[in-house]
């Protein structure tokens, strides 16, 4: 049973910084190209970040260019994403997901499997 919990969330004013974990079981992590998702109330959930399988391979969302780097550390099973400099505009509920088919990273169909979202509040 594939399971991947995200951690990390939470409350931060503008400016600040959070990490973003993710843990992957129940897959061959190393098998997988790993993205982060995010969604606003009322709003479709749009691509964040991604990474490919070694590592390699990052992209990144114009929104997040420059603030955010998304990692991984196969012999964990984790992805992380390290945002900094945030903005009220990036509170949401963010998701990881793995994509074992290295399909379009980032369109959220490309993904076999999510976790359940971590929320990240940006204060002004």
């Known amino acids: 049973q594939v399971q991947l919990v995200e951690s990390g969330g939470g409350l931060v004013q503008a400016g600040g910084s959070l990490r973003l974990s993710c843990a992957a079981s129940g897959l061959t992590f190393s098998r997988y190209a790993m993205g982060w998702f995010r969604q606003a109330p009322g709003k479709e959930r749009e691509f964040v970040a991604s990474?490919?399988?070694?590592?390699?391979?990052?992209y990144y969302s114009d929104s997040v260019k420059g603030r955010f780097t998304i990692s991984r550390d196969n012999a964990k099973n984790t992805v992380y994403l390290q945002m900094n400099s945030l903005k009220p505009e990036d509170t949401a509920v963010y998701y990881c997901?793995?994509?074992?088919?290295?399909?379009?990273?980032?369109?959220?169909?490309?993904?076999?499997?999510w976790g359940q979202g971590t929320q990240v509040t940006v204060s002004s």
């Open positions: 990474i490919s399988r070694s590592g390699g391979n990052t």
């Open positions: 997901a793995a994509d074992r088919w290295s399909g379009t990273y980032y369109t959220t169909s490309a993904y076999q499997y």
